[in-house]
């Protein structure tokens, strides 16, 4: 079975600042990885992927995400983040093979100016 | 990237009516959508899977029913709650995958999003 944990309900950092927010996942085959983003009352846009090749992905609006095979890990992250970055983070995860995209519980990011 | 669009954004109703979501994927062709509910402050809780041409999956608890999904065509998938009451209230999102830029079978390909439905049941 596949799984995803955020283990940060919310997560505080001043405007400029590098970000990171945390994913941890699960699966038995291998790993196809996600984020996804989403503003107040609006579906979720999709940030980046990991699907193979190199570990550091880049995605949209200057994130990038780092896999980590030996941790398990997806970690989300920004060099300089800005106050419109503020919005509710969701890693997933889908095992090689299936259909269904499985999310995790969603971190709550806040830039504070 | 991909665009999915839904109709109505929001949609209050009377309890004991039936609503109707439309789900559209505008410049891609989906031959699997997915339909979500999210709860305030929550995670999206899979509700089905629908491929097109056949019978949408239900996920165990949800009431196959209550909530009708029928994905006539590529681009469209419809969500119908049915006798709609209070608890049926909720956030709806549904997402389509495009094949296109991964390949059918990979399991590579990216999910897009719906914009979401706002189901307010009086």
């Known amino acids: 079975a596949q799984s995803v944990a955020q283990p940060e309900d919310q997560v505080n950092v001043a405007e400029g600042n590098p970000l990171t927010v945390k994913c941890t996942y699960s699966?038995?085959?291998?790993?196809?990885l996600f984020w996804y983003v989403q503003y107040p009352n609006r579906g979720l846009q999709f940030l980046l992927k990991y699907i193979t090749g190199d570990n550091l992905v880049k995605g949209s609006y200057g994130f990038e995400a780092e896999f980590n095979k030996s941790q398990t890990s997806f970690h989300l992250k920004k060099p300089s983040a800005l106050v419109s970055d503020s919005a509710l983070y969701f890693c997933?995860?889908?095992?090689?093979?299936?259909?269904?995209?499985?999310f995790g519980q969603g971190t709550r990011l806040t830039i504070n100016p | 990237g991909a665009v999915v669009s839904q109709h109505p954004s929001w949609v209050i109703c009377k309890s004991g009516t039936s609503v109707k979501i439309e789900c559209r994927s505008l410049?891609?062709?989906?031959?699997?959508m997915f339909w979500y509910r999210q709860f305030p402050k929550q995670s999206l809780m899979l509700m089905a899977t629908s491929n097109e041409g056949s019978k949408a999956t239900y996920e165990q608890g949800v009431e196959k029913d209550k909530f009708l999904i029928n994905h006539a065509s590529l681009t469209l998938s419809t969500l119908t709650v049915t006798s709609a009451h209070p608890e049926d209230s909720s956030f709806y999102i549904c997402s389509a995958r495009d094949f296109s830029d991964s390949g059918r079978e990979s399991g590579t390909d990216t999910q897009y999003f719906g914009p979401g439905t706002r189901l307010t049941v009086l």
């Open positions: 410049d891609f062709q989906a031959t699997t």
């Open positions: 997933a995860v889908r095992d090689e093979g299936a259909q269904k995209l499985v």
């Open positions: 699966v038995s085959g291998n790993p196809y």
